[in-house]
């Protein structure tokens, strides 16, 4: 298998679980947000906010194809990944995608849990959260490879199980 | 899509979807003057719920049952029963949105293909949720077939290769209501272990109806075995059936195979009870064939709806056997058959 591209919409643990499935092959693993940040030097939403959607997409792009030269790597994407097209074009024709899953009213329990976040709108946090989760979904659902539903609030170390076998990779 | 009724003289309509605010049975044909034992069919509930058994799935749901009609102090009327049960599970929001892939093994694909829709909080009317409508009729109609001395027990007998040797339907183990207890420490071990692996297994499940009197089925399109075998096939997750020693009777020769009498009564039982689509008066014996749970925790490939390839992984609320709970289900169905082929056969009165 070439790399491993994890998606899902934010939160639903791309970083946690790409860490620990990494270490579980014995592979490489990077976080692009986090890669983005070490070459920009600064927090993503700094960027965004300075330079627009278009610009971050590009250097999305840009870090990823710094990357994705070494071989058999776990990736995981950032929340927007489903946005931005020259992206999910490049991640589907050099490995799979695997969309983790979660349920709406799950993953919104799961944000809440922080606070109300930036990216949703205080007067309409549900509505805004359904927008940008069904319009993520369809996207991920569309271009994965492999779609797996994660349990609600299961422990991380299951969720990698889970990952591996749905995977074929558990021995 | 009609077909939600079961049943003639007493007969039984279920209604509702898995994640709606409420499903329910409308109960129709019941004697008068019974006095209903509402905390024996709250506990049949109990029996088929997630977490009233431990080889189920570990949500929390519980099925409160709330009778709006046909009874008056606690007496039966006549009159239509209807039951609901409230889910009180109901998170806000919370369906699914796996709505455009479409699961292996459920039924997505054909209601989809048939309906153009599909009920995306977990499967609508196809979900095992609504058996508990059914189990809620069934308790009913176990208490009215009691009152004529006719019992029902069922039981897990086998567990993917585990089998049960015995028969002590005196002494079932608590999980799987299996009449080997032995053998039942092996299938929960087995459960176990397919649970780990994220995968599920079926079973069989046996049912054995004690003190029926000889005369129950109407030949021949109502016979009792024809009847039955409709109840329970229009189970969801039950693929096969079989009355008395069933499919191993056609490797038999007829001089194995008949039920001799003498005046004493009948020496064997390949029939399971059951001669020309009527009760023999012996005991009333088939097996029903579970399959694995389809929701499963392993990568299968399926498509969307624009008829994309994906590697799907169906995981959340599952168990990975669901033959412990679907025992009371099966009861039910037995016990809701029964009774309408008495009342056909002998009237309320009887």
Same mark, same amino acid.
């Given at each position: 298998?070439?790399?491993?591209?994890?998606?899902?919409?934010?939160?639903?643990?791309?970083?946690?679980?790409?860490?620990?499935?990494?270490?579980?092959? &014995?592979?490489?693993?990077?976080?692009?947000?986090?890669?983005?940040?070490?070459?920009?030097?600064?927090?993503?939403?700094?960027?965004?906010?300075?330079?627009?959607?278009?610009?971050?997409?590009?250097?999305?792009?840009?870090?990823?194809?710094?990357?994705?030269?070494?071989?058999?790597?776990?990736?995981?994407?950032?929340? &927007?990944?489903?946005?931005?097209?020259?992206?999910?074009?490049?991640?589907?024709?050099?490995?799979?995608?695997?969309?983790?899953?979660?349920?709406?009213?799950?993953?919104?329990?799961?944000?809440?849990?922080?606070?109300?976040?930036?990216?949703?709108?205080?007067?309409?946090?549900?509505?805004?959260?359904?927008?940008?989760?069904?319009?993520?979904?369809?996207?991920?659902?569309?271009?994965?490879?492999?779609?797996?539903?994660?349990?609600?609030?299961?422990?991380?170390?299951?969720?990698?199980?889970?990952?591996?076998?749905?995977?074929?990779?558990?021995? | 899509?009609?077909?939600?009724?079961?049943?003639?003289?007493?007969?039984?309509?279920?209604?509702?979807?898995?994640?709606?605010?409420?499903?329910?049975?409308?109960?129709?044909?019941?004697?008068?003057?019974?006095?209903?034992?509402?905390?024996?069919?709250?506990?049949?509930?109990?029996?088929?719920?997630?977490?009233?058994?431990? !080889?189920?799935?570990?949500?929390?749901?519980?099925?409160?049952?709330?009778?709006?009609?046909?009874?008056?102090?606690?007496?039966?009327?006549?009159?239509?029963?209807?039951?609901?049960?409230? !889910?009180?599970?109901?998170?806000?929001?919370?369906?699914?949105?796996?709505?455009?892939?479409?699961?292996?093994?459920?039924?997505?694909?054909?209601?989809?293909?048939?309906?153009?829709?599909?009920?995306?909080?977990?499967?609508?009317?196809?979900?095992?949720? $609504?058996?508990?409508?059914?189990?809620?009729?069934?308790?009913?109609?176990?208490?009215?077939?009691?009152?004529?001395?006719?019992?029902?027990?069922?039981?897990?007998?086998?567990?993917?290769?585990?089998?049960?040797?015995?028969?002590?339907?005196?002494?079932?183990?608590?999980?799987?209501?299996?009449?080997?207890?032995?053998?039942?420490?092996?299938?929960?071990?087995?459960? $176990?272990?397919?649970?780990?692996?994220?995968?599920?297994?079926?079973?069989?499940?046996?049912?054995?109806?004690?003190?029926?009197?000889?005369?129950?089925?109407?030949?021949?399109?109502?016979?009792?075995?024809?009847?039955?075998?409709?109840?329970?096939? !229009?189970?969801?997750?039950?693929?096969?059936?079989?009355?008395?020693?069933?499919?191993? @009777?056609?490797?038999?020769?007829?001089?194995?195979?008949?039920?001799?009498?003498?005046?004493?009564?009948?020496?064997?039982?390949?029939?399971?009870?059951?001669?020309?689509?009527?009760?023999?008066?012996?005991?009333?014996?088939?097996?029903?064939?579970?399959?694995?749970?389809?929701?499963?925790?392993?990568?299968?490939?399926?498509?969307?709806? $624009?008829?994309?390839?994906?590697? @799907?992984?169906?995981?959340?609320?599952?168990?990975?056997?669901?033959?412990?709970?679907?025992?009371?289900?099966? $009861?039910?169905?037995?016990?809701?058959? @029964? @009774?309408?082929?008495?009342?056909?056969?002998?009237?309320?009165?009887?």
């Amino acid at each position: 298998m070439s790399h491993i591209f994890l998606c899902g919409i934010k939160h639903s643990g791309k970083t946690t679980i790409g860490k620990l499935l990494a270490k579980r092959l &014995g592979r490489r693993w990077y976080d692009l947000d986090r890669e983005i940040e070490r070459k920009i030097g600064e927090p993503i939403r700094t960027f965004y906010r300075a330079f627009g959607q278009e610009a971050f997409q590009q250097l999305e792009v840009e870090v990823l194809e710094a990357i994705i030269g070494e071989e058999n790597l776990v990736i995981s994407l950032g929340g &927007g990944a489903a946005d931005n097209d020259p992206l999910m074009k490049m991640v589907k024709e050099r490995g799979t995608l695997v969309y983790l899953y979660l349920e709406e009213a799950h993953l919104l329990e799961r944000i809440l849990r922080g606070g109300i976040p930036p990216f949703l709108d205080e007067e309409d946090v549900e509505g805004s959260f359904h927008r940008l989760y069904e319009r993520r979904n369809r996207r991920y659902s569309k271009d994965c490879n492999h779609l797996i539903q994660l349990p609600f609030d299961q422990a991380k170390e299951e969720n990698v199980e889970l990952v591996l076998s749905s995977l074929g990779l558990k021995e | 899509m009609g077909h939600n009724t079961f049943g003639n003289h007493f007969s039984v309509t279920t209604f509702g979807e898995s994640h709606g605010p409420a499903l329910g049975v409308i109960v129709d044909g019941v004697e008068s003057g019974f006095t209903v034992d509402l905390e024996a069919i709250q506990k049949e509930m109990d029996r088929r719920r997630p977490g009233g058994n431990p !080889s189920g799935t570990e949500r929390n749901e519980i099925d409160k049952l709330v009778i709006l009609s046909g009874l008056y102090e606690g007496v039966t009327t006549g009159t239509p029963i209807a039951m609901i049960l409230e !889910s009180t599970n109901q998170r806000p929001r919370d369906y699914s949105h796996l709505k455009d892939v479409f699961r292996p093994g459920h039924a997505d694909w054909t209601f989809y293909r048939k309906y153009g829709i599909r009920d995306i909080r977990g499967g609508g009317r196809s979900s095992g949720r $609504e058996t508990s409508a059914r189990v809620a009729a069934g308790a009913l109609a176990k208490q009215l077939l009691a009152k004529r001395g006719i019992t029902i027990r069922a039981g897990v007998v086998q567990v993917g290769d585990i089998v049960a040797m015995k028969r002590d339907w005196e002494d079932p183990d608590p999980i799987l209501a299996c009449p080997d207890r032995e053998a039942a420490v092996s299938m929960v071990r087995l459960i $176990e272990t397919v649970r780990k692996e994220n995968d599920s297994i079926g079973g069989v499940i046996e049912c054995i109806v004690r003190g029926a009197p000889v005369g129950l089925g109407e030949p021949v399109f109502g016979k009792l075995d024809a009847l039955l075998a409709h109840a329970i096939l !229009s189970i969801g997750a039950v693929k096969g059936i079989q009355f008395g020693s069933g499919f191993a @009777l056609s490797a038999m020769r007829g001089s194995q195979a008949n039920d001799q009498r003498t005046k004493d009564g009948f020496l064997s039982n390949h029939s399971g009870g059951i001669l020309g689509g009527i009760s023999s008066g012996q005991d009333i014996v088939f097996q029903a064939a579970i399959k694995p749970t389809s929701s499963i925790g392993i990568g299968q490939r399926t498509v969307d709806k $624009e008829g994309n390839d994906v590697t @799907l992984t169906v995981t959340g609320r599952h168990d990975p056997c669901i033959c412990g709970r679907a025992v009371v289900v099966i $009861e039910a169905m037995t016990a809701i058959t @029964l @009774l309408d082929l008495y009342y056909t056969a002998f009237g309320k009165d009887a």
